[in-house]
T-cell receptor, first 114, second 110 residues
Framework: NAGVTQTPKFRILKIGQSMTLQCAQD?????MYWYRQDPGMGLKLIYY???????DKGEVPNGYNVSRSTTEDFPLRLELAAPSQTSVYFC?????????????FGPGTRLTVT | AQSVTQPDIHITVSEGASLELRCNYS??????LFWYVQSPGQGLQLLLK??????LVQGIKGFEAEFKRSQSSFNLRKPSVHWSDAAEYFC????????FGKGTKLSVKP
């Protein structure tokens, strides 16, 4: 299993540009998540999904959008990039069948907006 | 209100010394607790978890953690640190979704 994969690894955007961060998992997990990590701040939840076709906002959703058309994929869209979105983005997945379970993380995408 | 507090931003220990990383949580119900490790430039890897039962849990890489309800703590320990343990460590609690502490960066002196 590849686990959770993310592309690209690095990206530089200009203010106002848009892009999609890709995330895929091959563990048949129903739950998927997007986090951003800023220095000294831990991880903040952006959006999450409990299954195909179902998404919900996390703690910091403004400026982002998501979709979940398949179990495997959970892309994160930035429509109008702003410097405040400079961060490292992590995708994760889990399978909490009947209770909590650990999340499995991808390697991250480092995004710089200038 | 913050659900997870890691009081130490940065800790330096000598190789071979013991390690304890502190984590305090604020959550009324029985907490589900995790410790993750993040090596530089990498994603997060689960070290160990506590859901119920024995309050001393063993994890990977020789780490253990003890859940103390009376102190609302879930401190991570290792008896003898190796240079490869240098990384950032995150405590997390399930409160609906997973809430992370701000992390403790561990440096290891040779």
């Amino acid at each position: 299993n590849a686990g959770v994969t993310q592309t690209p690894k690095f990206r530089i955007l200009k203010i106002g540009q848009s892009m999609t961060l890709q995330c895929a998992q091959d563990m048949n997990h129903n739950y998927m998540y997007w986090y951003r990590q800023d220095p000294g701040m831990g991880l903040k939840l952006i959006y999450y999904s409990v299954g195909a076709g179902i998404t919900d906002k996390g703690e910091v959703p403004n400026g982002y959008n998501v979709s979940r058309s398949t179990t495997e994929d959970f892309p994160l869209r930035l429509e109008l990039a702003a410097p405040s979105q400079t961060s490292v983005y992590f995708c994760a997945s889990s399978s909490p069948r009947g209770g909590p379970s650990e999340q499995y993380f991808g390697p991250g995408t480092r995004l710089t907006v200038t | 209100a913050q659900s997870v507090t890691q009081p130490d931003i940065h800790i330096t220990v000598s190789e071979g010394a013991s390690l304890e990383l502190r984590c305090n949580y604020s959550y009324g119900a029985t907490p589900y607790l995790f410790w993750y490790v993040q090596s530089p430039g990498q994603g997060l890897q689960l070290l160990l978890k506590y859901f119920s039962g024995d309050t001393l849990v063993q994890g990977i890489k020789g780490f253990e953690a003890e859940f103390k309800r009376s102190q609302s703590s879930f401190n991570l320990r290792k008896p003898s640190v190796h240079w490869s343990d240098a990384a950032e460590y995150f405590c997390a609690v399930v409160k609906g979704n997973l809430i992370f502490g701000k992390g403790t960066k561990l440096s290891v002196k040779p």
